[in-house]
């Protein structure tokens, strides 16, 4: 059982980097987009990504 909590905290612990990862690029594209004065490239929407540290103690419960 403890093998399987470490194997969902690692992986939510990865989906958190990924998406931190995300949203640091997206800034950086809307801050390109800005200073070149286009709106071409199109960027995710912040809201379609969640914090996931529930999910690493859904078998908790």
């Not at 992986?11 to 594209?29: E, P, S």
């Not at 286009?38 to 960027?43: D, P, W």
Request: charged residues 20%; hydrophobic residues 35%.
């Amino acid at each position: 059982m403890s093998l399987t909590l470490e194997i969902i905290d690692d992986i939510g612990d990865t989906m958190d980097q990924t998406n931190d990862r995300l949203l640091r690029n997206t800034r950086n594209i809307q801050k390109v987009n800005r200073k070149a004065g286009t709106c071409g490239v199109s960027t995710i929407p912040n809201h379609c990504f969640t914090n996931t540290s529930w999910a690493r103690y859904m078998l908790i419960s």
